[in-house]
């Protein structure tokens, strides 16, 4: 379970960034959204195959994730289930974005600063 939810939660992350083109002032979306709207993305980040229900979590939770505040937020619970969990492969999780039709404006990293994201 724990597993489960910090790939959920780097998946977020990538999904927050693809909303970086819709500003908006309120924080609107929890850490429990994103886990459960990037669930279907487990076992790709796991290393097996991408299904259909992960990129369309991925569109869903990059379109909730409108405000800076949200990015951010999002960003910080990546940064926090990455710091917690092993196993994840960052390498698909980089590759997320362009295997769902997103593009973003740069790459997503456990590394990332989630101050600067806006």
């Known amino acids: ?27 609107a979306i929890t850490c429990n959204q994103l886990q459960s709207g990037l669930a279907p993305c487990l076992g790709f980040l796991q290393g097996r195959a991408l299904v259909p229900q992960c990129c369309a979590g991925v569109r869903s939770m990059a379109n909730a994730a409108r405000s800076p505040l949200d990015r951010r937020t999002a960003c910080q619970c990546l940064q926090s289930a990455a710091k917690t969990f ?10 997320l974005p362009a295997k769902c039709g997103v593009t973003l404006p740069f790459k997503i990293s456990p590394t990332t600063d989630c101050s600067r994201v806006g």
Do not use: D, H, R, S
Request: hydrophobic content about 60%; overall charge neutral; glycine content about 6%.
């Open 1 to 27: 379970m724990e597993a489960k939810f910090a790939l959920v939660i780097v998946l977020v992350c990538v999904a927050v960034q693809v909303a970086l083109y819709a500003p908006q002032t309120e924080a």
């Open 86 to 95: 092993k196993g994840i492969n960052f390498g698909n999780v980089a590759a």
